[in-house]
T-cell receptor, first 113, second 115 residues
Framework: AQKVTQAQTEISVVEKEDVTLDCVYE???????LFWYKQPPSGELVFLIR??????QNEISGRYSWNFQKSTSSFNFTITASQVVDSAVYFC??????????FGKGTRLSVIA | GAGVSQSPSNKVTEKGKDVELRCDPI?????LYWYRQSLGQGLEFLIY????????KSGLPSDRFSAERTGGSVSTLTIQRTQQEDSAVYLC?????????????FGDGTRLSIL
């Protein structure tokens, strides 16, 4: 069975603080793919990143970074020096070959000026 | 168009009526997905299409829900005899292929309210 758990329902930080959003997944397959999506107040889900299970290299893109650790089945997302525009609901998702995405319930991030 | 287009943006209807939701995927994308997002909930998978075929209909909540895709492009999600629990945002996504590793690109959704 596939499952994605985002234990943090809501997080509130002050602008310029760093924040980490947790994602823990469950799967029995050795080949799988992990995703992060951002859903701003406008509602559209925006694709942020994809990792495959064979690539554990961490990735940095501007203020965003992702830490993929197979040993703990986690794929955490860190925003450095948060900004008000980062306020959104963030979803972690998992898929395998030929399967639809399984989403976590999301973490609502509020960045306060 | 440049992105996934969904219409209408909002739909308010009375309980018992039928509704049709439309999705126009990104040009060239062969896979198309429908999800439902209820208030405070995550995204619930409904159905996906590879071309015009729907290999996985397991997520459809009841036989009141159906979907079709024609010409490998536009898809319509139909809900018959709507109930109040059908109120949600219905999201459509498309990807180049249905291969698991392809990112899905989402539309803005249709917010459905059943009175």
């Amino acid at each position: 069975a596939q499952k994605v758990t985002q234990a943090q329902t809501e997080i509130s930080v002050v602008e310029k603080e760093d924040v980490t959003l947790d994602c823990v997944y469950e799967t029995r397959d050795t080949t799988y793919y992990l995703f992060w999506y951002k859903q701003p107040p406008s509602g559209e889900l925006v694709f942020l990143i994809r990792r495959n299970s064979f690539d554990e290299q961490n990735e940095i893109s501007g203020r965003y970074s992702w830490n993929f650790q197979k040993s703990t089945s986690s794929f955490n997302f860190t925003i450095t020096a948060s900004q008000v525009v980062d306020s959104a609901v963030y979803f972690c998702a998992l898929s395998h070959r030929g399967t639809p995405l399984v989403f976590g319930k999301g973490t609502r991030l509020s960045v306060i000026a | 168009g440049a992105g996934v287009s969904q219409s209408p943006s909002n739909k308010v209807t009375e309980k018992g009526k039928d509704v049709e939701l439309r999705c126009d995927p990104i040009s060239g994308h062969t896979a198309l997905y429908w999800y439902r997002q209820s208030l405070g909930q995550g995204l619930e998978f409904l159905i996906y299409f590879q071309g015009n075929s729907a290999p996985d209909k397991s997520g459809l909540p009841s036989d009141r829900f159906s979907a079709e895709r024609t010409g490998g492009s536009v898809s319509t999600l139909t809900i018959q005899r709507t109930q109040q629990e059908d109120s949600a945002v219905y999201l459509c996504a498309s990807s180049l292929l249905h291969s698991g590793n392809q990112p899905q690109h989402f539309g803005d959704g249709t917010r459905l309210s059943i009175l």
